[in-house]
């Protein structure tokens, strides 16, 4: 397919989008992939498709992987406020970055214009703070009495 073909699908780029996100959230990666890699292919310069990568990581909690796609998209948009708000929700999860990834939260959540990212990072801050900083370390589990 050459790229005048490609020209007559450009309008579909943000339902490709949304598809992958919707298949992520349905655990459907197989199609996710395709539907991002569709989107990348029709914008190949669009953070989108990355983004979209990175969040089916995250829901994986393959969390190396969701981090790289999210830093690749920072790399270059650092003001992607999407990418942030999502790489602060993957350190999060991370025991050893907890804290750096409550401040990327809390430093988008202060400088976005975009309400939903603004809502996104006030509900993973919430998130960070009831389970995942407070969750009990496996020595306080204790086994179910018999």
């Known amino acids: 397919m050459n790229n005048m073909d490609l020209e007559k699908y450009k309008q579909d780029f943000a339902t490709l989008m949304e598809a992958g996100f919707v298949a992520v959230n ?79 939260l809390k430093e988008v959540g202060k400088t976005t214009k975009d309400p939903l990212i603004k809502d996104l990072t006030k509900s993973a801050i919430d998130f960070v703070e009831k389970f995942v900083k407070k969750a009990p370390s496996p020595a306080q589990v204790q086994a179910p009495k018999q």
């Open 26 to 104: 349905q655990y459907d990666e197989d199609a996710a992939t395709k539907l991002f890699k569709a989107a990348e292919l029709l914008s190949p310069s669009h953070p989108f498709p990355k983004i979209g990568f990175g969040y089916m990581h995250l829901c994986k909690l393959e969390l190396t992987q969701a981090a790289k796609m999210f830093n690749d998209v920072l790399a270059k948009e650092p003001a992607n406020d999407m990418a942030k708000a999502f790489l602060g929700l993957t350190l999060s999860f991370n025991p050893k970055e907890v804290s750096k990834g409550e401040t990327v």
